[in-house]
């Protein structure tokens, strides 16, 4: 079971939530709150797989507690359920911490999408968000040599972070490359701390941004 944490001050979309995750046999709700602090309390007794969380919210808002909750619990998934459709909202959010990114108008099959790729693959980039990441990554990059990024990466990384962004799971790209899970996952942290950022989603904006990888 794919524990969650469920986070909006809004009443009736909470209860609207709960009532689709019912219908998804794999995800347990632990955890119900109206704002990142009361979520932060709750996270003391019991720490959920995935956060589901709201931006704009009273008393602690959706970026502030993403970014606490990356420093103090930095394996739990964050996926942000929000109407925001802004490009830069998006970019800053994935290069914190946040894992995946649904409007509030995301149907039932997408979100169990999205919670099911986030807890296997770390990530969930759908049709819209893509569109607008690499928007936004586009407008912002500038084409500057590898060398004067001060990364390098082997190989090896380099075939596992393509990969990453093909949306393979750790299986399918131990499989693809003649590797074990655990090789794969260790290029994967490798990638994740040369980079300096959070996550994997950190990763692929990290990586397009700096010309790594070609979109």
Request: aromatic share 6%.
């Amino acid at each position: 079971m794919i524990k969650l944490a469920l986070v909006d001050d809004h009443n009736l979309f909470r209860q609207g939530i709960k009532l689709l995750l019912e219908d998804i046999g794999s995800v347990e709700l632990i955890i119900e709150g109206s704002n990142g602090q009361e979520l932060l309390d709750a996270m003391e007794d019991q720490v959920p797989d995935i956060v589901l969380l709201d931006l704009e919210m009273p008393v602690l808002n959706g970026i502030e507690t993403s970014k606490i909750i990356k420093d103090k619990y930095e394996d739990v998934g964050i996926i942000i359920l929000t109407m925001y459709d802004d490009e830069q909202m998006i970019a800053h959010l994935m290069e914190i911490g946040a894992n995946g990114y649904l409007l509030k108008d995301t149907t039932q099959e997408e979100l169990q999408k999205a919670i099911q790729s986030v807890y296997e693959n770390q990530f969930y980039f759908n049709d819209f968000v893509s569109k607008a990441l690499l928007s936004g990554v586009r407008a912002k990059r500038k084409p500057e040599p590898k060398i004067g990024n001060n990364i390098e990466v082997t190989r090896r990384e380099s075939e596992v972070l393509q990969l990453i962004c093909e949306e393979l799971t750790t299986q399918e790209m131990a499989d693809k490359l003649f590797l074990s899970p655990r090789t794969v996952e260790g290029h994967r942290q490798n990638l994740i701390e040369k980079f300096g950022v959070k996550n994997t989603a950190g990763l692929i904006i990290r990586a397009i941004k700096l010309g790594f990888i070609t979109v």
